[in-house]
């Protein structure tokens, strides 16, 4: 993992209250996780820090889009994406972060690296099935739709069916007699 430097909040000489952080995430940001999920993305993410005399609460929210490709057409389209998430962070022994809601740190931090909390809060609030909204409506227009369109199978009308019924050799008609003679 690449340096998350801009990332670092150090809450060593706020005061006591909230503070706000304010960070607009692109696709450099998911490059320093080695995540190349999304061909592009535009996301704000808010994080309101309030400092407490014997904890920290963080409050993140974002909201956004990626771009990402449908799973039924392949078409890359922009999903809009929101989410919000909460951390309290507690100071202890030594550094704990089994809990996704409490993070435990040594006596003697100064600063909190939020980069992995925003990571996972985004890629967490994209939904696993990814379907273009004109899929659902009926609206996207491409070119392997249309090519399926051309080649699918026509449906023979009732009227048709009948016709060919009645055009059948007279030969088989006896045939037939002989089945239902019995």
Known sequence: MK???EYLIPFIGLKPGKHHFEYQINNAFFEIFDYSEYQ???IKVNVVLEKKSTLLELAFEHKGVVNVP???TSEDFDLPIKG???LIVRFGEEFNNENEELL???HGE???DVAQYIYEMIVLSVP???VHPGVKDGTLKTEALTKLNELAVKEVSIEEENKEEENIDPRWD???QLLTDK
């Open 104 to 106: 435990i740190l040594p």
């Open 70 to 72: 449908c799973d039924l």
């Open 110 to 112: 100064f600063e909190i």
């Open 174 to 176: 006896k045939l037939k």
């Open 84 to 86: 919000k998430m909460k």
């Open 40 to 42: 592009n993305s535009d």
């Open 3 to 5: 340096n998350t430097k």
């Open 128 to 130: 696993l099935r990814r």
